[in-house]
C-alpha cells in the first residue's frame, strides 16, 4: 500500500492537540486527516499544520444527548436529530476521503458515530470519564457504550481500570487492546533549572479542566484552611465552572491566592510546572492523568485524589500522596505535611518521578506501539 489514509476523529480539544502533533511524525506513506464536530477547534488544528475537516459546517449542538439529567426529553430529541445530521456529514467525508482506518475519541459520541458509520478498520480510545463515569450515568449509556466498544477493531486504553472496565463490559467478545499511558516529551518535561526544597508561599499548579469531574470546590475549600499557611495557586483551564469557580474562591476569602489563568499553551506548561512545587488533581474519575504526568517529570510533588487511575502510578508516601475524593480537610493537612517535609526527602521523590517518566511515559516509545497498531490494522 503506497498511502495510508488515517481518519482521525475527534471532537474534544486540549490533548487532542498534543496527539495530531505526535501524528506529523507517522511516517511519509501516512496521510493523516483530523475530522471534528467542534468547529472551534479548526484555527488551532490548521496552526500545527494538519488537514482538518469540519464535520459541523452548521454549528449544530454536539453532545451526548443520554447523559442523565443533562437534558429534558424535548432537548434529547434535538440533539438525536442533530445526530442524524452529524452521521450524514461523515458518511460523507468517508466516502471522499476513503480512509484505510479510522481512529476515534469519546466512546459516547465520536466513537459511536464512527461506529455507526463502519466501513474500514476502526480503533477506539477512551478518555477516562467516558469509560469510567458516563456508561453508569444511566442504562442507555451503558448500552451505547458496550456496542460501540463491540464495533471495535482495536481499543487504545491508558490505565489499568480503563482496561478492567472494558473487558468486563465485552464479556465473552474479546478485543485487542493496547494500553499506553499516551506520554510526553521528555526534552521539554524535566526537573532541570528547579530550585531545590521548596519556596515560600508554596506554589501549587493545577491544570484542569473547570467541570464537574475536577472535584476543583475540594481545592477551594482546603485553601480556606490553610489561609494562614502562604499558598499560592496557578489554576490553568478553561470550562463550564469558570464562573462559579471564581465567586466560590471569593466567597471562601481565597481569590487572592488563586489565580485563574485559563487555558494556556502547551509549550508554557513545562515552565509552569518547574516553578510550583506541588500538582493538584481533585478528580473524582480519570484514566491516567497526562498533565499529573508532565507534573512528575518536572519535579512537582503529585498530591492526587485515591483513585484507581492515579494510584498505578503514586504510592502513597513513597512518590506523592493520596488524599480521599472530596476530603478539602485531608488535602490541606497533606499540604501541610509536605511544607514541613525535609529537602532530601523532596528531592528522593522528584528524582523517583523523574525516572519513572523516563521509563514510563515516553512518548516516543509509547507512540511506536501505536505505530504497530496503525501498521497492522491496515495491512
Known amino acids: 500500500m ?50 482538518v475537516h ?8 454536539f453532545d451526548d444527548w443520554d447523559r442523565q439529567g443533562a437534558y429534558n426529553f424535548v432537548q434529547r430529541l434535538r440533539l438525536k436529530q442533530h445526530f442524524r445530521t452529524h452521521r450524514q456529514h461523515l458518511r460523507r467525508l468517508l466516502q471522499d476521503f476513503k480512509p484505510h482506518l479510522v481512529h476515534a475519541g469519546w ?9 455507526c458509520e463502519k466501513q474500514t478498520p476502526l480503533l477506539v480510545m477512551e478518555w477516562g ?47 485487542p487492546m493496547l494500553t499506553i499511558p499516551w506520554g510526553l516529551d521528555l526534552k521539554q518535561f524535566h526537573p532541570e533549572s528547579r530550585m531545590v526544597g521548596l519556596q515560600t508561599p508554596l506554589r501549587i499548579a493545577v491544570v484542569k479542566n473547570l467541570v464537574d469531574v475536577s472535584r476543583l470546590d475540594t481545592l477551594l475549600q482546603s485553601l480556606a484552611i490553610l489561609q494562614q499557611q502562604g499558598v499560592a495557586v496557578e489554576l490553568c483551564g478553561t ?4 464562573a462559579t469557580l471564581k465567586e466560590q474562591a471569593q466567597s471562601l476569602g481565597v481569590d487572592t491566592v488563586v489565580e485563574f489563568k485559563g487555558r494556556i499553551n502547551n509549550t508554557e506548561i513545562p515552565q509552569l ?18 498533565a499529573m504526568m508532565e507534573a512528575m517529570a518536572c519535579g512537582a510533588i503529585p498530591l492526587v485524589t485515591d483513585i484507581p487511575a492515579y494510584r498505578e502510578w503514586v504510592e502513597h508516601g513513597v512518590n506523592g500522596f493520596c488524599f480521599a475524593v472530596g476530603n478539602a480537610k485531608q488535602l490541606a493537612e497533606l499540604v501541610t505535611k ?22 514510563e511515559f515516553d512518548w516516543d516509545k509509547n507512540f511506536a506501539k501505536l505505530t504497530r497498531v496503525y501498521e497492522q490494522l491496515v495491512a
Open 338 to 359: 509536605v511544607s514541613k517535609t525535609d529537602t532530601n526527602t523532596l528531592e528522593k521523590i522528584r528524582h523517583h518521578n523523574y525516572q519513572l517518566a523516563k521509563r
Open 54 to 61: 469540519n464535520l459541523n459546517p452548521e454549528a449544530r449542538p
Open 273 to 290: 510546572l518547574r516553578r510550583c512545587d506541588l500538582y493538584v488533581s481533585c478528580n473524582r474519575s480519570e484514566g491516567t492523568s497526562l
Open 239 to 242: 470550562g463550564k465552572l469558570e
Open 2 to 51: 503506497s498511502v495510508k489514509r488515517l481518519l482521525y476523529l475527534s471532537s474534544l480539544g486540549g490533548h487532542d492537540f498534543r496527539f495530531l502533533e505526535k501524528l506529523k511524525t507517522l511516517p511519509a506513506q501516512w496521510q493523516t486527516l483530523f475530522a471534528t464536530y467542534k468547529p472551534e477547534l479548526i484555527p488551532e488544528v490548521e496552526a500545527l499544520g494538519i488537514a
Open 107 to 115: 466512546l459516547q459520541t465520536d466513537s459511536y458515530i464512527a461506529a
Open 129 to 175: 470519564s467516558d469509560i469510567l463515569v458516563r456508561p453508569f450515568d444511566n442504562q442507555r449509556n451503558y448500552r451505547k457504550t458496550q456496542w460501540t466498544l463491540k464495533q471495535a477493531d482495536y481499543i487504545l486504553c491508558d490505565c489499568k481500570a480503563a482496561v478492567d472496565t472494558i473487558t468486563k463490559m465485552l464479556g465473552n467478545e474479546k478485543r
